[in-house]
């Protein structure tokens, strides 16, 4: 690794990487980059609708080769969530796919009644039939879970309705308010960085949104760069009481293999970081 110390990227894709089906100029040579240099970077994404694998075939396709290990889902997040909440528990699940996969991989049994969990996620095969039957589900004890708050996602034609606004009716007509593991959740953005591999200190979040991306990357102690290629705008930054560490135009502004990145992003204090030995910071703190 050039830049001198040890760094791992947490990296939003719509908006940073690509737009709808477009690569985001500098993008591609970014992501290079960080492979010629080993520096460790996993995408982190609030669409539960494809599996880590759908997700890294379309970044290859695009023109980044990734693996799965590349890709980390709020719907990997709420799976694993739920496994440490309640071992082999049931779910009914408004979604695709990618959570589907995620809550069997992760010993999940799908269910049509008397579930533990209403897990929702994006979807577009919504009918109010099914929204009519979590309602019921919640009301008769089952626990509600939001992948993520997103109130709306970009798609070719436009912006549909995204998993926040879903799950908002549901939670109106029970007054039971979901919990949400997704962006900026600290569960999904503590997971993905142990899954990374990174200490707090070592882990710098990419994002083009504030109130997902940079809020999730502050809250854990991240570093953070906003990029304004996507959802926030420089002159939106006056309404938030936190800030990023870096705005830049887009990552291609970025040079992963150069010393500046380190000057401008040092590394942060490492007290705040989690010790990797136990038995290490107990005898260091004895």
Not at 176 to 181: D, K, W
């Given at each position: 690794m050039t830049i001198g110390t040890r760094?791992?990227?947490l990296i939003d894709m719509d908006g940073v990487i690509?737009?709808?089906h477009e690569l985001i100029p500098g993008a591609a040579e970014f992501i290079a980059g960080l492979r010629r240099s080993k520096i460790p970077f996993m995408f982190l994404t609030n669409n539960s609708q494809r599996t880590r694998r759908d997700v890294a075939m379309k970044l290859t396709r695009m023109g980044i080769p990734v693996e799965d290990k590349h890709i980390f889902t709020c719907a990997m997040a709420t799976a694993r969530f739920l496994a440490s909440q309640k071992p082999h528990g049931t779910a009914y699940v408004i979604g695709e796919g990618g959570l589907l996969n995620a809550l069997h991989s992760?010993?999940?049994a799908i269910v049509d009644r008397s579930p533990d969990y209403v897990v929702v996620g994006e979807g577009r095969t919504l009918s109010f039939e099914m929204l009519e039957q979590a309602v019921q589900m919640v009301l008769d004890g089952a626990k509600l879970i939001a992948t993520n708050l997103d109130p709306n996602c970009p798609t070719n034609s436009g912006t549909r309705p995204g998993c926040g606004a879903i799950v908002s009716l549901i939670e109106k007509a029970t007054g039971?308010?979901?919990?949400?593991?997704g962006k900026p959740s600290p569960v999904m953005m503590r997971m993905a960085r142990k899954e990374l591999g990174m200490a707090t200190s070592e882990t710098i979040m990419i994002g083009d949104t504030m109130e997902t991306d940079i809020q999730g990357g502050v809250q854990m102690g991240y570093k953070t760069i906003l990029v304004l290629s996507g959802g926030s705008k420089r002159e939106d930054l006056t309404k938030?009481?936190?800030q990023p560490d870096l705005v830049i135009d887009s990552v291609a502004d970025l040079d992963a293999e150069a010393g500046l990145l380190h000057?401008?992003?040092p590394t942060m204090n490492r007290e705040d970081d989690t010790p990797?030995?136990?038995r290490e910071w107990a005898m260091a703190h004895a």
């Open positions: 760094k791992g990227f690509y737009r709808s992760n010993g999940y039971i308010q979901a919990f949400s593991v938030f009481a936190y000057s401008i992003l990797h030995d136990l």
